[in-house]
């Protein structure tokens, strides 16, 4: 897994999550989220021998998903209301501060970033925030002021705002 001084993985609300070790500014680089491009395809197979493993990988670009497997980003939980987005940067995605970070609290981002219109996938939401939508859902069903705000702060990428 990787080592950081600037965050970790321990118990948190919903199993084990990335924990801030320092605080962040909005705008700072948190970590880097690294691991292996797969296909689709790779992905589907996953969900046969290991649906953990699956629901862990994140869209990376059209066709492919960064597999996180035993890395720090395999850890990044959602919240309703995050402190972080995703920002695809080279062949990595990097959790970006896009609020305040205290020293202690969990790194969270918004799954529905990563989720194209062209997805079914949808996961119950146990993040705890009074705003919780529920369920997570593809982006294109956030509620319109939230989606407007990622899209101000770029936390929504070019190839999932094309799957509209």
């Known amino acids: 897994m990787n080592r950081s001084k600037n965050v970790h993985v321990e118990p948190v609300r919903n199993g084990r999550g990335i ?4 605080d962040f500014a909005a705008g700072q680089l948190v970590c880097r989220i690294r691991g ?3 296909s689709a395809a790779a992905v589907w197979r996953y969900w046969d021998r290991d649906p ?12 492919q998903f960064l597999n996180p497997h035993l890395q720090i980003g395999a ?8 402190n972080a987005a995703l920002v695809r ?3 990595t995605l990097a959790l970006r501060a896009i609020a305040s970070i205290g020293a202690g609290d969990e790194v969270t981002h918004d799954y529905a970033t990563y989720i194209g219109a062209d997805d079914v996938w949808t996961m119950r939401c146990n993040c705890g925030e009074r705003a919780c939508r529920g369920t997570v859902r593809r982006f294109d069903r956030l509620p319109e002021r939230t989606l407007k705000r990622y899209m101000k702060l770029g936390a929504i990428p070019d190839f999932i705002l ?3």
């Not at 924990?19 to 320092?22: F, K, L």
């Not at 994140?58 to 066709?63: A, G, L, Q, V, W």
């Not at 850890?75 to 995050?82: E, G, L, Q």
């Open 162 to 164: 094309r799957t509209r």
């Open 19 to 22: 924990v801030a070790r320092r």
């Open 36 to 38: 292996k491009i797969v």
């Open 89 to 91: 940067e080279g062949r």
């Open 52 to 63: 953990q493993l699956a629901a862990n990988c994140i869209r990376f670009d059209d066709e």
């Open 75 to 82: 850890f990044a939980n959602h919240s309703c209301r995050p």
